[in-house]
């Protein structure tokens, strides 16, 4: 015998029979919430005083969050390496904002390193390999660290560099990167250790002797290998130098934020100071915490040079015969790694900096990272060859 239905319908509920649609204006008005209202982002053009520009990049450590053993952050220092090669980069600076969670696990596979690195040292020692020659790798380099090169070995060399394209002895070259080798005191008689030496190892069969100049023991040298005598990395390569005469790029770590901006191995240090925003998958500009440095920080349209700064360079070369100029030139510093990083960093070094509101005062601009990505969802490593691109392009509008 089938149930009888209810009075009120088939649900038996008379409330359900007595319920009213939601209005319409509130359903409008809850849509309207939702709805975000765009930033108005400032855009600015940077000048520069000068027609040189030299750049540095600094990388947080924070680059390494995602890598789960050696090779993976091998790949990773070796993308920055190659970008910071390509365009010809002076200084990279690595931000040591403390070691990765995975990082145990990497130790446990290099079990047999007698030494282990903290994240920023294992970023800066890979980025000095990579600009090593084959040859020179066991002189420079201690014993314990060859664990952390198993992987880096078997990379392609940065050929853009010319003293990486020398193989070994029998290759030719007029200039050759070498290593100072201890030598015996001339004196006999004398039973001081003898801190100069005139022989250089070049990868060679047999040390190069120089033949008049003399040179502090174990330090890296480059050669005149027809005249025999240490020149410097300028004459040799010409644009191919880093910061403070270095061998491609200089390297440091900088502790803290200040340090980034204070121990600048740059003359001068820092003209301009630009931010990169990457590495910040879930990044929403619409957040409170990124409001601030999406209107205080402004998007950079170009970099160019006043016509009076260039004309006077210009003209000063002409009248020096070719020499370079004696203006500094102007020093770009493009920092990598997403914002919640870098404030980090800078509130725990607040205390250098008294008065300053926060981090943003210390940007003058931010790219705006072209393509279809959102801001902040492309990899720190990544983000440095499609930034340096973009740099360049946008001093190329002059």
Request: a positive charge; proline letters at 5%; aromatic letters at 8%.
């Amino acid at each position: 015998m089938s149930p009888k239905r209810s009075a009120t319908g088939a649900t038996g509920s008379k409330a359900a029979k007595k319920a009213k649609p939601a209005p319409v204006a509130t359903k409008k008005a809850a849509k309207a919430a939702k709805v975000k209202v765009p930033l108005v982002k400032p855009k600015k053009a940077l000048r520069v005083q000068t027609k040189t520009i030299n750049h540095s990049i600094c990388v947080p450590t924070t680059v390494l969050s995602h890598c789960k053993n050696l090779e993976q952050l091998t790949h990773v220092v070796y993308q920055i390496a190659k970008a910071a090669v390509t365009f010809n980069v002076g200084e990279v600076v690595v931000l040591d904002l403390g070691d990765r969670k995975e990082k145990a696990k990497d130790d446990k596979e290099n079990k047999g390193a007698a030494h282990r690195l903290s994240d920023a040292m294992l970023i800066a020692t890979l980025l000095q390999y990579f600009v090593t020659p084959p040859y020179l790798v066991k002189s420079v380099f201690k014993k314990q660290y060859a664990q952390y090169f198993k992987i880096a070995k078997d990379l392609p060399r940065l050929g853009a560099l010319p003293f990486m394209r020398h193989l070994g002895d029998g290759d030719e070259g007029r200039y050759r990167e070498g290593l100072a080798v201890r030598m015996s005191n001339p004196n006999e008689k004398s039973t001081k250790e003898f801190k100069q030496t005139k022989y250089i190892n070049v990868g060679r069969s047999e040390l190069l002797a120089l033949k008049t100049q003399l040179v502090p023991a174990n330090v890296r040298v480059t050669v005149d290998i027809e005249e025999r005598r240490v020149v410097s990395p300028v004459e040799a390569y010409g644009d191919f130098v880093g910061a403070r005469s270095s061998f491609g790029y200089h390297v440091r770590v900088a502790k803290s934020f200040g340090d980034v901006f204070t121990e600048s191995a740059q003359p001068g240090g820092y003209s301009q100071c630009v931010w990169a925003n990457c590495g910040d998958f879930y990044y929403d500009e619409h957040e409170r915490r990124h409001v601030k440095v999406e209107t205080k920080v402004p998007r950079v349209t170009t970099i160019y040079q006043p016509a009076a700064a260039a004309a006077a360079e210009a003209a000063e070369h002409v009248a020096t015969g070719g020499k370079p100029a004696a203006v500094q030139p102007a020093n770009i510093l493009l920092v990598f790694g997403k914002w919640a990083d870098i404030q980090r960093a800078f509130n725990g070094s607040r205390d250098q900096f008294e008065g300053c509101e926060g981090a943003h005062q210390f940007f003058d601009g931010q790219l705006e990272m072209p393509g279809a990505a959102p801001q902040g969802c492309l990899a720190i490593e990544d983000a440095c060859m499609v930034s340096l691109t973009l740099i360049d392009t946008l001093e190329q509008k002059q």
